[in-house]
């Protein structure tokens, strides 16, 4: 079975998917068995502040390590990431965060023996060659942008030292996430949140990709839901381990904005795609988990038409 979860840092609790991650982690585990860290300089919102709170830069392997000691930490679900466009800007700084950090948090997970690492790998991995339609587990990876090489090299990584060290690491490749919470920090798939808002807010919003942009995307409950059914999964049960294909559903920018049209009769919208298209381009329209599915039981709950419904409701109680 492997061990069992006890003390649980969360590295990037403030950013799109730790803040949501967090609470539900500290709702299973209790509030004071979750350790958040955040990096950026505003102060995290009053939801992380109810259980340990820390300020950590990923890069600062002396105080990552100073943390699991103080709080004698079991088990690290590390969110920190320079997501697609963002790791374009600035190739050298992606690769720092997303490669070296990894890579100091793995060899601090050698030496405290910790019970368990989550990475999110991305479907940035993907690149030309693999099939757009359902594309497999197991298929030829060579991303065109820093942040899919990053992580094809995370997953590397992480299926090494489990391999090399017995050190138990574990990942899935996440497609872009839409989430109500938190305002997305720069990925490719960013305009599948920012059109809700503009919606609600502008009741006009331009897509910087093109209105036949297919793409694999994911609610964030059911983000949070695979990475916790990952982290807690029988270690017996798994074959693959840092590169589990998760899927929810898969649409297009013009499918999104005329379900959106559907809620909001005077929504308009327009298609100006930028340098993300290029990005978007490369990637597939939507991916086989089967691995997943068999291996944990994967499943998700939500469909587009009831994310739609849910992301509205509830953003329209928050910009009320």
């Known amino acids: 079975m492997g ?10 609790a ?32 009053k939801d992380l502040s109810r259980g340990p709170l820390e300020k950590l830069n990923i890069l600062d392997k002396q105080r990552t390590a100073q943390i699991i000691e103080d709080y004698d930490i079991d088990s690290v ?27 100091d948090l793995l ?45 094809v090299t995370g997953e590397l990584l992480g299926n090494y030292y489990f391999k090399k060290f017995g050190l138990d690491v574990r990942g899935l490749r996440l497609p872009g996430i839409v989430s109500s919470k938190t305002l997305p920090g720069g990925g490719t798939t960013d305009y599948a949140v920012e059109v809700f808002y503009e919606a609600i807010r502008e009741g006009h919003y331009t897509f910087f990709v093109r209105e036949d942009t297919r793409l694999p995307l994911m609610y964030m409950p059911d983000c ?11 270690l017996e049960q798994l074959e693959h381990h840092c590169d589990f294909n998760v899927s929810s559903m898969s649409f297009t920018a013009g499918e999104l904005a005329r379900k959106i049209k559907d809620h909001i009769p005077d929504f308009t919208y327009d298609f100006e795609p930028d340098e993300r298209q290029e990005i978007a381009d490369s990637w597939p329209n939507s991916m086989n988990d089967t691995p ?7 499943e998700p709950d939500y469909g587009l038409d009831s994310m739609v419904e849910d992301m509205l409701e509830k953003l329209e109680d928050k910009l009320e």
């Open 224 to 234: 949070v839901k695979s990475l916790i059914e990952l982290a807690e999964a029988d």
């Open 14 to 45: 403030t950013g799109q998917i730790g803040s949501e991650l967090t609470p539900a982690l500290r709702e299973k585990y209790g509030d004071n068995s979750v350790v958040a860290t955040y990096y950026s300089t505003e102060k995290p919102d």
């Open 77 to 103: 679900f590390n969110l920190a990431a320079i997501l697609s466009a963002k790791g374009e800007e600035n190739p050298a700084r992606a690769f720092r965060v997303n490669v070296l950090g990894f890579f």
């Open 292 to 298: 997943a599915r068999e291996e944990w039981g994967w």
């Open 107 to 151: 060899e601090l997970g050698r030496k405290f023996d910790l019970t368990r690492i989550i990475i999110p790998s991305s479907i940035g991995v993907f690149g030309p060659g693999v099939p757009s339609d359902n594309a497999p587990n197991e298929t030829v990876l060579r991303p065109t942008s820093m942040y899919g090489i990053t992580k």
């Open 3 to 12: 061990k069992e979860m006890n003390k649980i840092l969360v590295i990037g």
